[in-house]
T-cell receptor, first 112, second 117 residues
Framework: AQSVSQHNHHVILSEAASLELGCNYS??????LFWYVQYPGQHLQLLLK??????LVKGIKGFEAEFIKSKFSFNLRKPSVQWSDTAEYFC??????????FGKGTRLHILP | GAVVSQHPSWVICKSGTSVKIECRSL??????MFWYRQFPKQSLMLMAT?????????EQGVEKDKFLINHASLTLSTLTVTSAHPEDSSFYIC?????????????FGPGTRLTVL
């Protein structure tokens, strides 16, 4: 069965630190990949997505992710985090016209 | 981006009563809508997939007689929790996917917090 693994359940960083959140998936064939963010008290928002083309994807708010097919990975990165990045981050994968499978989420806490 | 609304945003009900939650796509037509359940500090669990005009497809372990889903139009899907009990208390989230060149992106509603007393 397809699954999505997020390695870090809870990450604590200081402002201006660099961020990398790991995401691996188990699904053969062509996939679509997503990172969603859920700020405290708000609903899920799309950060970025990969469908095809350049495996380095730029998203909103300075986030980027790199799709490495050979490693079945789609790690999320940001060179310098801000306090406002405190949120929960979900990696998700789906095949075309199939349902989205979410990872368990990573809770990111940025210290001011 | 596309907007999905849910109503109500929160509801408190007595055990044994039924509760209906609405999910609307406000500025696009959603051929497919999804219903999720999110427990505190956990990920979203897909409950069912609903296509306009047809019966919903439920995930394993989800009681279809308890969680009734109707997708009568391209902009509205409803989830009815029948004979709710305290263990049904949760955060219910819907999402909608456009069938017109929207790729596979889903747009999420703000969620409905259900508390069953």
């Amino acid at each position: 069965a397809q699954s999505v693994s997020q390695h870090n359940h809870h990450v604590i960083l200081s402002e201006a630190a660099s961020l990398e959140l790991g995401c691996n998936y188990s699904y053969g064939g062509t996939v679509n990949l997503f990172w969603y963010v859920q700020y405290p008290g708000q609903h899920l928002q799309l950060l970025l997505k990969y469908f095809s083309g350049d495996p380095l994807v730029k998203g909103i708010k300075g986030f980027e992710a790199e799709f490495i097919k050979s490693k079945f990975s789609f790690n999320l990165r940001k060179p310098s985090v801000q306090w406002s990045d405190t949120a929960e981050y979900f990696c998700a994968v789906t095949r075309r016209d199939d349902k989205i499978i979410f990872g368990k989420g990573t809770r990111l806490h940025i210290l001011p | 981006g596309a907007v999905v609304s849910q109503h109500p945003s929160w509801v408190i009900c007595k055990s044994g009563t039924s509760v209906k939650i609405e999910c609307r796509s406000l500025d696009f037509q959603a051929t497919t809508m999804f219903w999720y359940r999110q427990f505190p500090k956990q990920s979203l669990m897909l409950m069912a997939t609903s296509n306009e005009g047809s019966k919903a497809t439920y995930e394993q372990g989800v009681e279809k007689d308890k969680f009734l889903i109707n997708h009568a139009s391209l902009t509205l899907s409803t989830l009815t929790v029948t004979s709710a009990h305290p263990e049904d208390s949760s955060f219910y989230i819907c999402s909608a996917r456009s069938g017109e060149g929207g790729g596979n992106e889903q747009f999420f509603g703000p969620g409905t917090r259900l508390t069953v007393l």
